[in-house]
């Protein structure tokens, strides 16, 4: 069935040709036609199987020759970097239409997230938690909302946001049309999924997720202290052109960073720990080709479209089958073909075991020819949370030493030893005496009125952004009473 049968909007149909799309994938030819027709979706789909397209282009379809001004569909999803992604791909959808769109997420500034609120741009992306922080204020309000999608919802669960979306549930109008897309469906995403949906079409519900057919799956055991030789050892063949490398913690991913940075490999890396720019810098640099590996944690699992990845390296094996699932599903994307390599340790058999039973198949093991597994690697990859702490502790002694030293050196140069401080005044509440009667001081702190204490804000003080003002941190919920 091509797109021009789902009675899409002649400028939305060149859009989608521009892309290169020429036949719909199963999740858009069985989500399409129900939201096009308004109806409520509930929809679990596999990642990388096309669903960001299966609920914009009825978005789009439906907000074309609208009165503009006015933001009428919203897109909740759990990460940033989906949420840019997905704001790019409306962009490059409705590049043939008046339509606007605009990402709503924490670690960058406010204001330009406010002014797309104040002009009413046509769709918000957005994660719950920097959308919450806008509704705190008045120009954040989406009266006029007419489509809500959510997009990975088992994911934003995992994350804990379901609190947060069923605060944003609130400030959003009953009356609408709601689209529901998630990989799996635990209990509470099908609780969820019951109060938002009504007489939903559902979509792929019985459907098993597994990994893409286009990949080819395979496992490497290797100790521990190994994995990291044996990572360089893959990409010294020249076989892996590029490849997301996911590792269990965000020390773990730093470490395999820093070993190849060093090996002169062209890395980058994503996690939690690094800021909104880095993280962007870093998955744009990957997309375009400057570096060759990007290191990761699970963050960028889900909703990372990459084109043509060739490879993914489970660096450690997931704890749960679903994260193997959708980290694999990185490459071979858009019915392309991808490799999928584990490396698996001894203590991390039972977790294979389990990703093994759920996808139904065992993976072949394979030894890389040529490589010592009996070698002894020359540092470890993973440093010890007591060394960690030992070394923290070691870098603070040494630099109060080093601050105890200068002030010495400092108080040797003068001729004398530093004054020692002057301990402060008693306030009474009442001015000096050689200053009765006279107004302050130049320099001298103003006095404050009476009946007001001393945490009356000046009335120039510029207001917090939305970022630093969430409920029960305003800044004068911390201030002490006089």
Known sequence: MPFSS???????????????????????????????????????????????????LPILNK????KRGTTRALILTPTRELAA??????????????????????????????????????????????LLDHFQYSYAKLEGLEILVLDEADRMLDMGFLPDIRRVLKHLPTKRQTLFFSATMPAAIVELSREMLKNPVTIAIERKSLPATGITQSVFPVSQDLKMPLLQA?????????AIIFTRT??????????????????????????????TDALAGFKSGRYRILVAT???????????????????????????????????RAELTGDAITFVAPDEENDLRAIERAISKRLPRI???????????AEKLEIPIQERIAAIRAKKAEDRARAKAKLERKGAGSGHAAAPSRQPQRNTG??????????????????????????SAPAHRRPASPSSNRPGNSPSGNRRRP
């Open 6 to 56: 789902f009675g899409l909007h002649a400028d939305l149909l060149r859009g989608v040709q521009e892309l290169g799309f020429t036949r719909p994938t199963p999740i858009q030819n069985d989500a399409i036609p129900p939201a096009v027709a308004g109806k409520d979706v509930l929809a679990c789909a596999m990642t990388g199987s096309g669903k960001s397209a299966a609920f914009l």
């Open 63 to 66: 907000l074309i020759g609208k």
């Open 85 to 130: 992604q997905i704001d790019e791909h409306l962009r490059d959808l409705a590049v043939h239409t008046p339509l606007s769109g605009a990402a709503v997420y924490g670690g960058v500034g406010a204001g330009p997230q406010e002014h797309a609120f104040r002009n009413g741009v046509d769709v918000i992306v957005a994660t719950p938690g920097r």
């Open 234 to 242: 893959l990409l010294d063949r020249g076989e892996v052109e590029n």
């Open 250 to 279: 965000k020390h773990r991913a730093n470490r395999v960073y820093e070993q190849l940075e060093r090996n002169k490999v062209k890395v980058a890396r994503i996690h939690g720990n690094r800021s909104q720019v880095q993280r």
């Open 298 to 332: 699970d963050i960028a699992a889900r909703g990372i479209d990459v084109e043509a990845l060739s490879h993914v390296v489970n660096f450690d094996v997931p704890n749960m089958p679903e994260d193997y699932i959708h980290r694999v599903g990185r490459t071979a």
């Open 367 to 377: 030894t890389l020819p040529d490589f010592d597994y009996k070698q002894k690697p």
């Open 430 to 455: 009442r001015a000096p005496a050689a200053n009765s009667g006279r107004g302050p001081q130049r320099g001298a702190a103003p006095s404050h009125s009476a009946g007001r204490g001393p945490s």
